[in-house]
């Protein structure tokens, strides 16, 4: 992207939210490929962004697989940490993050990241290959001190063999937390399962379309980066994402778990042609978090309850609904 088209997308943008009430922030993402190939280009857009005031309070941010920083450039993070947000993109062990991305583990200097961004949760892919390393990778990296943002792999071949083997990952997972009560989980154990009560409208599970926008080299606006022709290898139609509206498929308006299940409209339209019509392996793979999630829920509700705790009334509530989907959906389990 060249210089100037990026300064007109973060000027426009800054126009947008300047009078919109509901924006509280603007947060301006870099992506790649490997962002920092353009380290330079990246420096001199924020830096020609902070040399004067803006309406709207903002943040930049980037991930990284940490692979090309530099002295210089970590010299550079470290004086702007406050104001540029960078995420580790790690995929485990050592074994799993060579897998996944071509023997650069030890290309990587965990400890800049840890002392520099200390609150940036680590992205974690986790893939059909590297599926089976997947318990040992987050326990390994919360055990040196990251917070996990884990997620699986779009795009790939996840035969049923993988699917049960994730969730048998998730499942060490959950007992690692139950073990270690303390320690901050990762999301798929922090989701609100009494959400099964909820009535009402659908909620739309992202900002896809609305308050998020990817843009292109050539500054065409998306509603994300999965809709990027080179990305999807479709052309995108405009108003194919409505500003407003839950996007719920028909087919999972009666599901009980609907409301829990964080569907990606990115890879609906990649599969399916409409972003409306839900991946069939997110389906599953869903199945498996929420299922694992309500598992433990139940395990860690019996072990504060026999240590003499009482339960509040929101965990009451949190417990019914994983006995709840527990017993809709015992044999998934």
């Known amino acids: 992207m060249r210089i100037n088209i990026a300064k007109e997308i973060i000027r426009n943008e800054f126009l947008q939210a300047k009078d919109t009430d509901n924006i509280d922030e603007v947060e301006f993402d870099f992506l790649g490929g490997e962002p920092f190939i353009k380290f330079n280009l990246m420096r001199e857009v924020m830096e020609w962004c902070w040399a004067k005031p803006r309406p709207k309070p903002y943040l930049f941010s980037v991930t990284t697989n940490g692979t090309l920083l530099n002295t210089e450039m970590k010299k550079w993070l470290q004086k702007n940490a406050s104001k540029f947000k960078v995420v580790l993109s790690c995929d485990g062990i050592f074994q799993a993050q060579n897998v996944n991305r071509s023997n650069s583990a030890d290309r990587i200097d965990y400890q800049f990241f840890l002392t520099t961004f200390p609150e940036q949760a680590v992205k974690m892919t986790v893939s059909p290959s590297s599926v089976h390393l997947f318990s040992k990778g987050v326990i390994e990296l919360i055990e040196k001190g990251f917070n996990v943002s884990p997620s699986w792999a779009y795009g790939v071949n996840w035969g049923k063999h993988h699917i049960y083997e994730y969730k048998k990952q998730l499942m060490l997972i959950a007992k690692y937390f139950l073990q270690h009560p303390d320690v901050r989980k990762i999301s798929v154990f922090e989701k609100r399962l009494s959400a099964i009560y909820d009535i009402g409208d659908f909620m739309r599970m ?34 194919l994402i409505p500003p407003h509206g839950s996007l719920i498929d028909t087919r999972c308006v009666d599901c009980q778990l609907a409301r829990i299940c964080q569907p990606c409209y990115g890879f609906n339209n990649m599969e399916n042609g409409n972003p409306t019509i839900r991946s069939s392996l997110f389906c599953l793979m869903s199945q498996c978090e929420i299922l694992v999630a309500a598992w433990f829920v139940c395990k860690r509700a019996e072990c504060e309850i026999a240590s003499g705790k009482v339960l509040c009334p929101s965990e009451k509530l949190e417990l019914k609904a994983a006995l709840d989907i527990l017993d809709f959906n015992a044999k998934s389990l």
């Open 206 to 239: 992202c900002g896809t379309g609305g308050m998020m926008t990817t843009y292109d080299v050539d500054g065409r606006a998306y509603p994300c980066h999965l809709f990027l022709p080179f990305v999807s290898q479709r052309e995108y139609q405009a108003n």
